[in-house]
């Protein structure tokens, strides 16, 4: 059974920062994009950073400068460190994973086959 969990998230105070993980197990990801989306109440879920199996990361412009997508393979876990947290971060946190072809765009929803339940991140100013 597929499951991705995620941890790390919590209650910090703007400016501060924050490690989330997610751990992967029942597979390993081989050429699979690992993604991180977050929900606020009332809006729609959003990308929020991915990291290729090569490594290469994309960011939302949000994230931009301040967030930080990692994986270990050896692991099979991602991460995402998190910096210089404002309010408006304040989210739930999903990892999703979705195979990396050559039409796949790792910003879109729909290219993830795989979700955790998500880790609450709260910002508080």
């Known amino acids: 059974q597929v499951q991705l969990v995620e941890s790390g998230g919590g209650l910090v105070q703007a400016g501060g920062s924050l490690r989330l993980s997610c751990a992967a197990s029942?597979?390993?990801?081989?050429?699979?994009?690992m993604g991180w989306f977050r929900q606020a109440p009332g809006t729609d879920r959003e990308f929020v950073a991915a990291?290729?199996?090569?490594?290469?990361?994309f960011y939302a412009d949000s994230g931009s400068g301040r967030f930080t997508a990692s994986r270990d393979k050896a692991k099979n876990t991602v991460y995402l460190q998190m910096n210089s947290l404002k309010p408006e971060d304040t989210a739930v946190y999903y990892c999703?994973?979705?195979?990396?072809?050559?039409?796949?765009?790792?910003?879109?929803?729909?290219?993830?086959?795989?979700w955790g339940q998500g880790t609450q991140v709260t910002v508080s100013s």
């Open positions: 999703a994973a979705g195979p990396q072809v050559w039409y796949s765009n790792p910003r879109l929803r729909r290219q993830y086959d795989y």
């Open positions: 029942g597979r390993t990801f081989s050429n699979y994009y």
């Open positions: 990291v290729s199996w090569s490594g290469s990361t």
